[in-house]
C-alpha cells in the first residue's frame, strides 16, 4: 500500500531564512511524488512534480524537492522564505498500478507561517 | 484556457436536503476524482472515474453518489446531507494511465450542513 507522512503539522520560519518541509513516502512500486500548495482560501497547485528522470527536482517560485529512495523521502526546500510562500503544502503519492491507477494519496498538510 | 470549474462555491444547506456540487473540465481528460479536505486530515477521495461510465470508490464514499455520463461532467450528489458532510469539496481531472501527469483541481466548493 502507498502512504505518504508529513512530519510537522506546522513550520513557522523568519523571512530570509532557508525552508524545509519534510515527506516520507510508502511505496511498494516506484512513485510518483508531487508537492502542491495551498494559499488561504484558494484552491490546490502543483509546486512541482518527481518524474524518475532526476532526483533532484525544481519547481515553481524557487522551491525544489530531492527523491532519496534509500531514506523514502522528498522533502521541500527553499534557500530563501517569502512572506508570499506563507501557505499550507501537501506532500502527494501517486498510484501507479492496478485498478486505482492515478489516484493520489495525500499527506495532512505542513502549515508555513513566515514571520518578517 | 485550460480549467476545472465547480459550482456552487458556496453552499449552506439543512439535513436531508439533497443537493448537487457540478464538476466541469474542458481538457478532454479521461480521469475525474473528487475529494473532501477537512483541517487535519489533509484531502481524502471520495470517488473516482477513469471514463464514461467507469467510477469507483475512494477512501470516503459513504453519503455521496456520482455519475460520469459524458467526459467533461462529474457532478457529486449527496442524498440526504448530514453535519459531518460539512466540508471543503475538491474535484480534479488529468490523462489516465501510467506516466507522471498531474491532477488539475478545482477551486473548490465550501459545503456547509447545518
Known amino acids: 500500500a502507498q502512504s505518504v507522512t508529513q512530519l510537522d503539522s506546522h513550520v513557522s520560519v523568519s523571512e530570509g531564512t532557508p525552508v524545509l518541509l519534510r515527506c516520507n513516502y510508502s511505496s511498494s512500486y516506484s512513485p510518483s511524488l508531487f508537492w502542491y500548495v495551498q494559499h488561504p482560501n484558494k484552491g490546490l497547485q502543483l509546486l512541482l512534480k518527481y518524474t524518475s528522470a532526476a532526483t533532484l527536482v525544481k519547481g515553481i517560485n524557487g522551491f525544489e524537492a530531492e527523491f532519496k529512495k534509500s531514506e523514502t523521502s522528498f522533502h521541500l526546500t527553499k534557500p530563501s522564505a517569502h512572506m508570499s510562500d506563507a501557505a499550507e503544502y501537501f506532500c502527494v503519492v501517486r498510484m501507479n498500478y492496478g485498478g486505482s491507477q492515478g489516484n493520489l494519496i495525500f499527506g495532512k498538510g505542513t502549515k508555513l507561517s513566515v514571520k518578517p | 484556457e485550460a480549467q476545472v470549474t465547480q459550482n456552487p462555491r458556496y453552499l449552506i444547506t439543512v439535513t436531508g436536503k439533497k443537493l448537487t456540487v457540478t464538476c466541469s473540465q474542458n481538457m478532454n481528460h479521461e480521469y475525474m476524482s473528487w475529494y473532501r479536505q477537512d483541517p487535519g486530515l489533509g484531502l481524502r477521495q471520495i470517488y473516482y472515474?477513469?471514463?464514461?461510465?467507469?467510477?469507483d470508490k475512494g477512501d470516503v464514499p459513504e453519503g455521496y453518489k456520482v455519475s460520469r455520463k459524458e467526459k467533461r461532467n462529474f457532478p457529486l450528489i449527496l442524498e440526504s446531507p448530514s453535519p459531518n458532510q460539512t466540508s471543503l469539496y475538491f474535484c480534479?481531472?488529468?490523462?489516465?494511465?501510467?506516466?507522471?501527469?498531474?491532477?488539475?483541481f478545482g477551486p473548490g466548493t465550501r459545503l456547509t450542513v447545518t
Open positions: 472515474s477513469m471514463n464514461v461510465e467507469v467510477t
Open positions: 480534479a481531472s488529468s490523462f489516465e494511465g501510467q506516466g507522471f501527469y498531474e491532477q488539475y
